[in-house]
């Protein structure tokens, strides 16, 4: 299930879609509709509006050429609104960065990742996942890549 999936499943009320590709977004937005869930495309990426704004491409990720770019300029973001950057590598992306500077709260992607593996290893294992381990552990080889 994708990140937008997981929103609608929240029951968060709407989901504004802005995609590179206007096809992919509106194939998502298809099934995103199909699926029960009140979506719609912006043909930009404002961020005026909206309490979360989550960028679920690889823009700013280590390798990419983007590792300078954010998919989002802040500054007519609410205030009070969350960023979330799916990516993980860097911890901390020009997106994650960018919205900090403009006063948001953000979320990394690593946390998702930790917690997509902890939820594999006990569903595998029956064995409750060490989470500060593997945030230790995911740190440290993040850390050592870097170098």
Same mark, same amino acid.
């Given at each position: 299930?994708?990140?937008?999936?997981? =929103?609608? @499943? +929240?029951?968060?009320?709407?989901?504004?879609?802005?995609?590179?590709?206007?096809?992919?977004?509106?194939? =998502?937005?298809?099934?995103?509709? #199909?699926?029960? &869930?009140? #979506? @719609?495309?912006?043909?930009?990426? *404002?961020?005026?509006?909206? *309490?979360?704004?989550?960028?679920?491409?690889? &823009?700013?990720?280590?390798?990419?050429?983007? @590792?300078? #770019?954010?998919?989002? *300029? $802040?500054?007519?973001?609410?205030? @009070? !609104?969350?960023?979330?950057? %799916? &990516?993980?590598?860097?911890?901390?992306? #020009? $997106?994650?960065? !960018?919205?900090?500077?403009?006063?948001?709260?953000?979320?990394?992607?690593?946390?998702?990742? %930790?917690?997509?593996? !902890?939820?594999? $290893?006990?569903?595998?294992?029956?064995?409750? +996942?060490? &989470?500060?381990?593997?945030?230790?552990? +995911?740190?440290?080889?993040?850390?050592?890549?870097?170098?």
């Amino acid at each position: 299930m994708g990140f937008p999936f997981a =929103l609608g @499943e +929240a029951l968060c009320r709407s989901i504004t879609l802005w995609n590179r590709s206007p096809d992919r977004a509106y194939r =998502l937005l298809a099934e995103l509709t #199909a699926a029960g &869930v009140h #979506a @719609e495309w912006q043909g930009s990426p *404002d961020p005026w509006g909206f *309490d979360c704004i989550v960028n679920c491409t690889s &823009v700013g990720m280590e390798g990419t050429g983007t @590792e300078t #770019a954010s998919a989002c *300029d $802040f500054a007519r973001a609410r205030p @009070e !609104a969350l960023a979330v950057d %799916i &990516v993980y590598k860097p911890e901390a992306t #020009a $997106f994650l960065n !960018a919205a900090r500077n403009a006063g948001l709260r953000t979320l990394g992607g690593l946390p998702m990742l %930790i917690y997509q593996g !902890a939820l594999a $290893f006990e569903l595998w294992t029956g064995v409750r +996942a060490p &989470v500060d381990v593997m945030f230790e552990a +995911a740190r440290q080889r993040l850390r050592e890549q870097s170098r």
